[in-house]
């Protein structure tokens, strides 16, 4: 029995031995691996939709190879990666690197248009409570951030096969933006506070030309106006 017992935990301990020798090896193999196999099983587990494996291998090729002919690409790929991980910080990272170094680059209207999702999604949390709190206290930072970038898709970039989307998207956040501002100019107008309330008014007229709201703008500028005593022509 006692001899039986020895066998057990002899075995054990040598199929634990082989256990972490078998991932001893993976992280040795990983280690060994030219620029070339590191991008190329990079790409294999993206198509695979295994996107953890796939920033693990563009990870180590930043790290060993930052200068190897497949870190462009890398970068990109990453910036999808980290995005569809929901890791925002790091796909945002990411993605400015990228402009900061090929600000015209072959893919930097891609670059754009995933900074832009970045911020859209980052906000979607604000747009859940735009109606249960205080305009005045709305951080709009990265909805106006996403509009910015996905403008830049859309204009600069218009031959992209991104630029439909993006166009799209920003007359989504324009109206969104407008209808903000103007409920932070109808929050002023019921406070009395009717010189903020104009101000919120003329900068929604002006930075955001075509959105549906502008009949109620006007309206409540003139009201806003005559309580000031101003008489518009």
Not at 108 to 137: K, N, T
Not at 185 to 211: M, S, T
Request: net charge neutral.
């Amino acid at each position: 029995m006692l001899k039986n017992k020895f066998f057990l935990i002899a075995l054990l301990a040598t199929q634990g031995l082989t256990a972490c020798s078998s991932l001893l090896g993976e992280d040795d193999q990983m280690a060994q691996m030219p620029a070339k196999a590191l991008f190329a099983q990079g790409e294999i587990a993206l198509a695979k939709h295994d996107n953890p494996e796939a920033v693990q291998y563009f990870e180590a090729l930043d790290t060993r190879f930052p200068f190897s002919p497949y870190m462009n690409q890398a970068q990109i790929n990453l910036i999808y990666a980290y995005y569809d991980l929901e890791q925002y910080d790091n796909a945002m990272s990411v993605a400015d690197a990228y402009l900061s170094l090929h600000p015209h680059g072959k893919q930097s209207d891609y670059a754009h248009y995933m900074r832009g999702l970045i911020q859209f999604e980052r906000d979607q949390s604000w747009f859940r409570q735009v109606f249960h709190r205080e305009p005045a206290l709305h951080d709009l930072s990265h909805l106006r951030k996403a509009y910015d970038d996905f403008m830049k898709v859309a204009k600069v970039h218009h031959n992209s096969s991104y630029a439909d989307d993006a166009a799209r998207r920003t007359l989504y956040i324009r109206n969104q933006l407008a209808e903000s501002e103007l409920f932070a100019a109808k929050y002023y107008y019921q406070k009395h506070a009717y010189i903020a309330a104009v101000n919120r008014l003329d900068y929604l007229l002006e930075n955001f030309p075509g959105a549906p709201q502008r009949p109620q703008v006007l309206a409540l500028k003139k009201k806003a106006a005559s309580q000031l005593g101003i008489t518009e022509a």
